[in-house]
């Protein structure tokens, strides 16, 4: 693959209420097993051409360095998609001080890496999507993309976002096979 574009891709997604029930530590990417979650790790695996099966931990090979991927967490505030986190029971309420460290870390980002080519928020009707509805004005040379609706909604919006940075990376446009299966 050859990159076009210098620069990078951010994508911020919610946490969700289906968890790999494996209790020892894992990526935040991988303990997240929503549709949303499911979608991107199929998406990442096709980016590198990655077999249709193969183990869960394997994935954050499939990350490309233009990708920045955050998850936004009641538990644990702003986690970045590798930062290893233990299995726990949800019920995680988004409090100030999680609102204030997400919009922190969010903008200790935007300092240290600038503003992001492509940048979208996946999230339902949450208070914390509320919380991070001025990420437009936070990143305004971005081109924001917010993704809502029901778990169907965002992770096709998923997939087409990624499918977006892809050919804007590449001029080349992504071949799926729709089999996508995670063991």
């Known amino acids: 693959m050859t990159t076009t574009s210098e620069g990078y891709d951010l994508l911020i997604l919610l946490c969700g209420d289906t968890k790999n029930d494996d209790h020892r530590e894992?990526?935040?990417?991988?303990?997240?097993?929503?549709?949303?979650?499911?979608?991107?790790?199929?998406?990442?695996?096709?980016?590198h051409g990655r077999p249709k099966r193969y183990p869960?931990?394997?994935?954050?090979?499939?990350?490309?360095?233009?990708?920045?991927?955050?998850?936004?967490?009641?538990?644990?505030?702003?986690?970045?998609?590798?930062?290893?986190?233990?299995?726990?029971d949800s019920g995680?309420?988004?409090?100030?001080?999680?609102q204030s460290q997400v919009l922190y870390g969010l903008s200790s980002?935007?300092?240290?890496?600038?503003?992001?080519?492509?940048?979208?928020?996946?999230g339902g009707k949450h208070p914390i999507g509320e919380?991070?509805?001025?990420?437009?004005?936070?990143?305004?040379?971005?081109?924001?993309?917010?993704?809502m609706g029901t778990h169907g909604v965002q992770a096709h919006g998923v997939k087409e976002w990624i499918d977006h940075c892809w050919w804007h990376r590449t001029g080349e446009e992504l071949v799926?096979?729709?089999?996508?299966?995670?063991?």
């Open 26 to 47: 894992m990526p935040a990417l991988c303990r997240y097993l929503g549709p949303v979650f499911s979608t991107l790790r199929a998406e990442l695996r096709l980016l």
């Open 131 to 147: 919380l991070l509805r001025p990420l437009g004005r936070m990143f305004p040379e971005s081109h924001y993309r917010r993704i």
């Open 176 to 183: 799926r096979e729709y089999d996508y299966k995670e063991v």
């Open 92 to 98: 995680g309420k988004f409090s100030k001080a999680i």
């Open 56 to 88: 869960w931990h394997e994935v954050l090979a499939n990350v490309p360095n233009w990708l920045d991927i955050y998850i936004v967490s009641g538990v644990y505030g702003l986690l970045h998609y590798d930062t290893y986190i233990p299995w726990y």
């Open 109 to 122: 980002v935007k300092k240290e890496k600038g503003q992001p080519d492509h940048l979208a928020y996946v």
